[in-house]
């Protein structure tokens, strides 16, 4: 049953997440389970902090010609 939002508008994806999430899960205990998500929270939270760090601190150097790296350039599109 898919669930709705403030507006009353049904968003269809939750019941799909679950599914995905207890397949994923398999026979494994829900209470063992919490450890493997809040790790992966944890890593998203941890590669978010660094691509904000490298955007913050290393990008404006790169694209100032403060440093000069081979691909400089790549990198400054990719993080940027």
Do not use: C
Not at 58 to 78: D, R, V
């Amino acid at each position: 049953m898919a669930r709705t939002n403030n507006t009353g508008a049904s968003l269809g994806f939750e019941d799909k997440l679950w599914a995905a999430a207890d397949k994923l899960r398999g026979n494994m205990d829900a209470a063992e389970y919490k450890h493997v998500v809040l790790r992966l929270i944890f890593l998203k939270y941890i590669s978010d902090a660094f691509l904000a760090g490298l955007r913050d601190t290393l990008l404006p150097k790169l694209l100032s010609g403060e440093i000069e790296l081979p691909a400089a350039e790549t990198i400054a599109e990719e993080v940027g």
